[in-house]
């Protein structure tokens, strides 16, 4: 079992958690995982062209409760011989449970195939982040500044660790969905999508020149960019300080 994932029972255990939701751990990379049912949300906020309110009907799953941390992805380049990610962090101790960032979209599915698991959809991540009240944020419909990693409260740091900002949680028990870092989605991008997309488990178009990533991150202070709905994409290849992922598993699949 993970780090990240002992200090998670324990503290569950000692009754700080309340999780309405099952949960598992992940035998191969220890990530904590909370079941997302099946059923219908509403999709997008309207607030930019590009993400349209829609309703989407998704089959039940398994979601990170966390990103992946450093420990875990330097657990992985031991295991596979995989190339690291461009920096030193992943082997810093102290940065040890901070989620892995400088990982491509590549990198990323990589490592989720090692895992037994994959890269979540969109529309697995939105409403995960969402909650089961379909919240504009994960915390609730308002901007509150103190619930997530962001430009103005990271004083001279970047990241914080996974466990960080408690008050921030979805309602489905997921931490840091929004702010921290960026999350890679399994999804290629494409503006018009939404409008185009089929009613159960979208799965993103079939091609593109940019993927998907959700969540905000630690370098950005609007909180427009924060919200469960905004849409961001980039380049697959690129290996940002910004950028990095968070597990998903089909329930029926079995986990690993």
Known sequence: MSETAVKFWREFERGRFR??????????????LVYVPAGEFEMGDGQENY???HRVELSGYWIGVYAVTNAQYLKFVQATGHRAPDNTRHRESGLAEHPVTDVNW??????????????ASEAQWEKACRGPLGLAYPWGNEWDSSRCRHDRNRRNETTSAVQGYPRGVSGYGTYNQTGNVWEWCADWYDAKYYGESPRKDPGGPA???NRV??????????????RA?????NVPGVRYGFLGLRLV?????PLP
């Open 249 to 253: 598993r089909s329930a029926s699949c």
């Open 19 to 32: 999780v309405e939701h099952p949960l598992v751990v992940n035998a191969r990379d220890g990530s904590v």
């Open 106 to 119: 590549d990198d990323s599915v990589a490592y989720a195939n090692w895992a037994g698991c994959g890269l």
């Open 213 to 226: 990533g959700r969540g905000g991150g630690w370098g950005l202070d609007d909180p427009g960019f924060f």
């Open 51 to 53: 993400c349209p309110k």
């Open 207 to 209: 091609g593109g020149s």
């Open 229 to 233: 709905a905004r849409r961001y994409w």
